[in-house]
């Protein structure tokens, strides 16, 4: 029971922040379903040690409430020996934890992720409204001046048409129509009625110049709209794998280990670079004289060249060892940003074992907690359990 309430409680703290990526966008019942279920899995590992605290709490402050540990310490048994039934069963729990956070998390939050991915990148759900422009469609523009409450019959339809992306060059204007879908969704049908088609010509000779115009009267006219556009489309979860919240403990310690192998591999590439880089640009600088070959023994051989070299050569040592700063605090910033994602790895990583030991705690403080508050129920061990859980967490 007090399980499915911090569950609960976790899962509306998701919902709360993700319903309006889900409201208006004419999800199927399953997706919501399937996605709902599998961010109520991802609370668990943390759900868990707070119901092992509170249900230790309220198991032992009711036996504390009624006597009974009174009863039973009267009888010769300890604290601890009255515990070890439920130590034995809480040991059980903290391993199926740690399975849990290991083995079927990664699994469930990639599944999540994706189908939230999934989710937002959804467009709207068809929606239109009496008097207002409607652009959801690809390549059209549709304002309707009045949708019966059925949301089949149409009155003053225009559509304007921008497939052909040259602009408003093809408008469609009719009394009155109706409107559906196919069965598959596919399409949206708007059947007109008593209207009027108006087209620029632009793909015509001198275009620009006459500007051809035609007008086409019609009866009844057919108009179909793709709507692939509003359909999910399922993102390949391949591109989700390599997220530190994906991985089992095994993987998470081999990435850690090739993260550092890389940037031990940088460090060591990066300074043989730099050092061609800055004394290579070096031998350009005796080219500037070619009677000097090696520098001056004694003094500064600077003196050997003319003003406007020496010029020209501290213009070249100053933008060097600019470029080469440049260059440094680059690999530096690089490298601190590898560095702390290898810290999320390793949290992600000891968060595995953490949050399982956690139960094993929250066993330890709500036990001996319970007997000391001696009350029952959900009154009192919440608001306990509640607050140590928030200093826990």
């Known amino acids: 029971?007090?399980?499915?309430?911090?569950?609960?409680?976790?899962?509306?703290?998701?919902?709360?922040?993700?319903?309006?990526?889900?409201?208006?966008?004419?999800?199927?019942?399953?997706?919501?379903?399937?996605?709902?279920?599998?961010?109520?899995?991802?609370?668990?590992?943390?759900?868990?040690?707070?119901?092992?605290?509170?249900?230790?709490?309220?198991?032992?402050?009711?036996?504390?409430?009624?006597?009974?540990?009174?009863?039973?310490?009267?009888?010769?048994?300890?604290?601890?020996?009255?515990?070890?039934?439920?130590?034995?069963?809480?040991?059980?729990?903290?391993?199926?934890?740690?399975?849990?956070?290991?083995?079927?998390?990664?699994?469930?939050?990639?599944?999540?992720?994706?189908?939230?991915?999934?989710?937002?990148?959804?467009?709207?759900?068809?929606?239109?409204?009496?008097g207002v422009f409607y652009n959801e469609i690809d390549g059209y523009s549709i304002r309707i001046r009045k949708i019966s409450k059925d949301q089949r019959s149409l009155t003053g339809v225009m559509i304007y048409d921008h497939t052909d992306q040259l602009g408003n060059t093809s408008l469609t204007i009719a009394e009155k129509g109706e409107m559906y879908t196919t069965p598959d969704q596919t399409y949206l049908i708007i059947e007109l009625q008593n209207g009027n088609s108006y087209t620029e010509m632009t793909n015509q000779q001198n275009a620009a110049l006459t500007r051809p115009f035609m007008r086409t009267q019609f009866k009844e006219q057919t108009v179909r709209l793709n709507l692939e556009g509003f359909k999910m489309i399922r993102a390949d979860q391949d591109i989700f794998k390599e997220n530190h919240q994906m991985l089992n403990g095994q993987q998470l310690l081999a990435q850690i280990d090739t993260m550092r192998e890389e940037i031990l591999n940088d460090r060591l590439e990066f300074f043989p670079a730099m050092r061609n880089a800055y004394f290579g640009r070096s031998r350009d600088y005796w080219k500037l004289h070619d009677s000097l070959k090696t520098p001056a023994k004694s003094g500064d051989f600077m003196t050997e060249f003319n003003k406007d070299e020496r010029i020209r050569l501290y213009e070249m040592a100053l933008n060097a060892a600019r470029n080469c700063q440049a260059a440094a605090d680059s690999k530096i910033t690089e490298i601190e940003s590898e560095n702390k994602m290898i810290l999320r790895y390793e949290i992600e990583y000891w968060r595995k074992y953490t949050l399982a030991v956690a139960c094993l705690i929250m066993f330890f403080v709500g036990a001996p907690l319970g007997a000391i508050v001696r009350k029952g129920g959900l009154g009192m061990p919440v608001v306990v359990s509640v607050l140590l859980f928030v200093i826990f967490w």
Not at 38 to 53: D, F, H, K, R
């Open 1 to 130: 029971m007090t399980l499915f309430i911090s569950i609960f409680i976790l899962f509306m703290q998701f919902l709360w922040k993700w319903v309006d990526e889900l409201v208006g966008k004419g999800l199927d019942s399953s997706v919501v379903a399937e996605l709902f279920a599998y961010s109520a899995l991802s609370t668990v590992p943390l759900a868990l040690p707070m119901a092992v605290l509170l249900s230790s709490l309220m198991t032992f402050g009711n036996l504390a409430e009624h006597y009974e540990l009174a009863a039973l310490k009267s009888s010769g048994l300890s604290l601890y020996r009255i515990m070890l039934p439920l130590i034995i069963f809480i040991v059980f729990v903290t391993a199926g934890a740690y399975l849990f956070s290991n083995n079927l998390l990664p699994k469930t939050n990639l599944k999540m992720i994706s189908t939230l991915f999934d989710i937002r990148q959804q467009k709207p759900a068809l929606n239109l409204k009496d």
